[in-house]
C-alpha cells in the first residue's frame, strides 16, 4: 500500500479522492491528510494562479514529510467580476468564512442580469513526488450564479452555481454526480494515471 498525502485539512477532499480513486478501480493508495502527518510550516498561497499555489503547497508537503503529495488550490471566477474572485476566493471577504464571502459576492452582483451572471469554478491540481517529478492539471466548470443559496451539500460557493446544462446548483447535487463533472473532479481523475503508473 502506497501512502500519499492530500494537502489539505478538509476532510470533505479526502473523501472525494478516495471516491475518485474507487470510482476509477484504483487500489493500492492510502490517501491522507495533513492531520495524519507532523506539523510542518505551512506557507501562505501567495501564487498569481492556481497551478502556482497547488504546486508550491504540494512542495512544500514533500519537503517536510517526504511522501507523494498531490495538492490543489481551487476558487470562482466571476465573469462580470473579471474572473474575481479567482484565487482570493477562499478569503474573498477578508477572512476564510464560507459564508461571509458567498454573501459579498452576491452584494458585488446584485445589480448584475441573469444574463450576465455567468462563472466557472477552476481547480488545478498538483501532484509532486519525492524524486522531482511535478504533474500538474486543471479542471474548469462553467455555469452562472443564481440570486439566493440552495442546497446543503459541498461547501463554498456551491449553493449559488448552477451548472451549464442543470438547473440544480452544485450543493443540490449528490457528492458522486458532482465527482463526475466538477472542476475538481476532472483536475483529480487526470493525475489518477500518473498516481498509478508512477506510485503503483
Known amino acids: 500500500m502506497t501512502r500519499v ?15 475518485i480513486l474507487a470510482a476509477e478501480d484504483v487500489s493500492g493508495i ?4 495533513l492531520d495524519a502527518v507532523e506539523p510542518y510550516p505551512e506557507e501562505p498561497e501567495t501564487g498569481t ?19 507523494p503529495t498531490v495538492a490543489d488550490d481551487s476558487g470562482l471566477a466571476v465573469d462580470a467580476l473579471n474572473g474575481m474572485p479567482g484565487v482570493l ?33 477552476v481547480c488545478a491540481a498538483a501532484l509532486v513526488l519525492p524524486s522531482g517529478v511535478e504533474v500538474v492539471a486543471t479542471g474548469q466548470w462553467s455555469g452562472v ?41 476532472r483536475a483529480l481523475r487526470m493525475l489518477v494515471p500518473h498516481l498509478t503508473s508512477t506510485l503503483t
Open 145 to 185: 450564479l443564481v440570486r439566493r443559496p440552495r442546497g446543503s451539500n459541498g461547501f463554498g460557493y456551491d449553493p449559488i452555481f448552477v451548472p451549464d446544462g442543470d438547473t440544480r446548483t452544485s450543493a443540490e447535487l449528490s457528492p458522486e454526480e458532482k465527482d463526475r463533472v466538477s472542476h475538481r473532479g
Open 89 to 121: 476566493s477562499a478569503r474573498w471577504s477578508g477572512t476564510r468564512d464560507d459564508g461571509a464571502n458567498l454573501r459579498l459576492v452576491l452584494d458585488q452582483l446584485a445589480d448584475v442580469p441573469d444574463e450576465r451572471r455567468g462563472a466557472s469554478f
Open 30 to 33: 492510502d490517501i491522507i491528510g
Open 49 to 67: 494562479t492556481f497551478e502556482d499555489n497547488a504546486l508550491a503547497k504540494a512542495r512544500d508537503a514533500v519537503r517536510a514529510t517526504g511522501l
Open 5 to 19: 498525502l492530500l494537502a489539505t485539512r478538509n476532510p470533505k477532499k479526502l473523501v472525494e479522492l478516495d471516491r
